[in-house]
Nanobody
Framework: QVQLVESGGGLVQAGGSLRLSCAASGRTFSSYAMGWFRQAPGKEREFVSATSWSGGIRYYADSVKGRFTISRDNAKNTAYLQMNSLKPEDTAVYYC????????????????????WGQGTQVTVSS
């Protein structure tokens, strides 16, 4: 069992930056692939970014590529999402997710692939 707690959300002006954190507790964090998803009002939850065990493999949705950076610190049991050049359309509740895997290079883009989810943190970007 893994518990995930997101933090770092807030209100920011367009063009600004935020860094989200996802603190994990429970089993060995380093054996979990991590992902970030978001859900805007009235929309379905969508994939944002994912990373493998080591953080060496990363994948991004086209809408955030070049602006967001996913990373992790396995010693701190924490994953991060650095968000730069924020746009009003980035406004959403952001969720982190974890999936145990035997393969160090695995990343997952589907919601259904993840076993554990955080409670979400609100990000609001004003124009």
């Amino acid at each position: 069992q893994v518990q995930l707690v997101e933090s770092g959300g807030g209100l920011v002006q367009a063009g600004g930056s935020l860094r989200l954190s996802c603190a994990a507790s429970g089993r060995t964090f380093s054996s979990y692939a991590m992902g970030w998803f978001r859900q805007a009002p009235g929309k379905e939850r969508e994939f944002v970014s994912a990373t493998s065990w080591s953080g060496g493999i990363r994948y991004y949705a086209d809408s955030v590529k070049g602006r967001f950076t996913i990373s992790r610190d396995n010693a701190k049991n924490t994953a991060y999402l650095q968000m730069n050049s924020l746009k009003p359309e980035d406004t959403a509740v952001y969720y982190c997710a974890a999936r145990n895997t035997d393969y160090s290079s695995s990343i997952f883009r589907s919601e259904a692939a993840y076993d554990y989810w955080g409670q979400g943190t609100q990000v609001t970007v004003s124009s």
